[in-house]
């Protein structure tokens, strides 16, 4: 199961109402009502989905010890679609049109034989599919962490999403809604009374020119999701001026570097988007040419380091989705330690990430901001400090 072995990719979502705290065989009960297979309410485009246990596509057994650990809820949502290749639809039809039309005097078929290959050629492809022969199943990993409420989900898809709500109210009768960059920098000024300059932030004009202060993928004005782009160039700055270690909130300090690669977009939408493959691609001639023509990152490899801990994964900055995490070395005397201490390396790198981002949205939200946008605009000018 994704986040019990391997790299960890997710989306933070948050579940609304009350913590479940400890989770136990009615969660599974109500899993198992609802598992891959077993609803056979397909949707009007042929989709059925339900929930897996994780050992395998087929798996439908949830059980205690494979499905709650370390107040985690870990599963897997099925989504099964038949998918017959349009080659095959083309196939038939042109079976079915030349049987029609061969008689025809002209050597042509008729607009009417045409439409009733295709009826054919659909009925045929329909009987062929009975069998499961075009079946297409996907899984998405889920882990419910029950002392956050927040749900951990390996894509953040639309079409996924789409699928995932009604099953997951049916399910469990309750709701949940992204964590992104916006949401969670207000959640983390509210406790500092600074919630309402979340709320009147703009986006910053990090170099000059006709529609600064625009982001082309944020279109809706009451969305702070643009902070998280503001967030990633803020680190490159940074670390780029040798202040690679920040001191957190909890009194611990985290050391960031960004390596692997960078993706880079213009906010006003007049030029393309690019990625950047290197050990450091922000030092790429090429990344310093791009930011100072305005781009922002929209994703960035990172490496961060924190109470000796060391992870190494990709940001989306709007989101702050996590992609190919690789967590630090697990060690264990069982498989349940294992994979209970594999728990709390996730909490622990979402809190750090959490952490590291409050102590952005401090600067942000303080008097200092002036200041230290006028440093990142003279950095990307390329002037001394």
Known sequence: MGFLSGRVSYT???????????????????????????QKAVSADGVEVGWVAGDH????????????????????????????????????????????????????????????????????????SKDGRFLRRKLVDMMWD???????????????LDRLYPLFHDTFSAKFEPITAGTLAFDLAEPRQQGKLVDDARPSAFVPGPGTGDVAWVPD???????????????????????????LSDGSSVAVMLARTLTLEDPRGQSG????????????????????????????????VRQADQYEFTLSAETLGVSAAKLPAIEGDSEYVRRS?????????????????????????????????????????????
């Open 221 to 247: 004005e009451t969305s702070r999701d643009f902070l998280g782009n503001e967030f990633l160039l803020w680190l490159w700055n940074c670390t780029d001026r040798g202040e690679d270690t920040f001191g």
């Open 341 to 385: 201490e594999r728990v709390d390396k996730i909490r622990h790198l979402i809190e750090t990430m959490d952490l590291l981002y409050d102590a952005f949205g401090q600067v942000r939200c303080s008097d200092g901001w002036t200041k230290e946008l006028h440093k990142m605009q003279k950095w990307l000018r390329g002037a001394d400090e």
């Open 146 to 160: 029950g002392r956050s409420n927040e749900m951990l989900i390996s894509s953040s898809a639309v079409t996924v």
């Open 57 to 128: 596509v087929l798996d439908t057994e949830f059980d205690l010890a494979k499905n709650v650990v370390n107040d985690a809820l870990a599963f897997q949502l099925r989504i099964d679609q038949n998918k017959p290749p349009a080659d095959l639809l083309r196939a038939y039809t042109a079976i079915e049109l030349k049987g029609l039309s061969q008689h025809n005097p002209s050597g042509h078929p008729s607009a009417r034989q045409k439409r009733e290959a295709r009826e054919a050629a659909r009925e045929r492809l329909e009987n062929d």
């Open 273 to 304: 988007r690019g990625s950047l493959t290197s050990d450091g691609p922000a030092r790429l001639p090429e990344a310093r040419r791009a930011v100072q023509s305005g781009k922002l990152p929209r994703k960035c490899g990172l490496t961060v």
């Open 12 to 38: 933070r979502f948050r579940v609304k109402g009350r913590t479940p705290g400890t989770f136990g065989e009615a969660h599974l009960e109500k899993l198992a009502d609802y598992a891959a297979g077993k």
